[in-house]
């Protein structure tokens, strides 16, 4: 033993890539709106499902959500008026990690509810 600290999280083995490498997500999110904390929360559950993949994120306009999974806008909020379901996303992702074809995400949870 050489006495440095070993990785903190299992490699895979030689020759196979991590669950998700190769794929690219860039989230653009409204700031001021509060949609950082949906933005963390939807990167972690993705983190934890494929922890090779790259997420980005991105400052945006006004009310916007909008997630490209490798350049393909695949969520808008704008678009939806609401949040992308964690497993549409996890799924888009595996479509994309397989090399199939993406579709847009049209399912999508409320914003918020007011009572």
Known sequence: ?????GPTSEAPPPGESEPGSGVRIV?????????EATYLELAS???EQYPGIEIESRLGGTGAFEIEINGQLVFSKLENGGFPYEK??????????NGEPLEKITNSRPPCVIL
């Open 1 to 5: 033993m050489s006495g440095e600290p």
């Open 27 to 35: 989230v653009e999110y409204c700031e001021p709106c509060g949609f």
């Open 45 to 47: 559950a993705v983190k």
């Open 88 to 97: 549409d996303l996890i799924e888009a992702i595996r479509r994309a990690s």
